[in-house]
């Protein structure tokens, strides 16, 4: 399952953006090639941001052609 893998860098590159902030919610596109599986993405993020300022954060991933994997947006609130 390399989803977790992915998942714990999506995290740390998350949280390294935001600082102190707590991060409320991301935003990801998986291409449709991209050969990783959104629901176990979806299962990851929430063991993988335990701990992290993304602990409780909202999960939204879109559909995207081709074989991207884009974090396009967060929502973070100064603490």
Known sequence: ???????HNIVAAVAERAGNRTVKSV???IGEKAGIDRQAIE???ELCTQGT???GARLDV???SGTELLIRSME???V
């Not at 399952?1 to 998942?7: C, D, F, G, K, P």
């Open 43 to 45: 299962f990851c993020f």
């Open 1 to 7: 399952m390399h989803e977790l893998s992915i998942t």
């Open 27 to 29: 935003l990801l596109q």
């Open 53 to 55: 300022v993304l602990e």
């Open 62 to 64: 879109e559909p995207a």
């Open 76 to 78: 973070v609130v100064d």
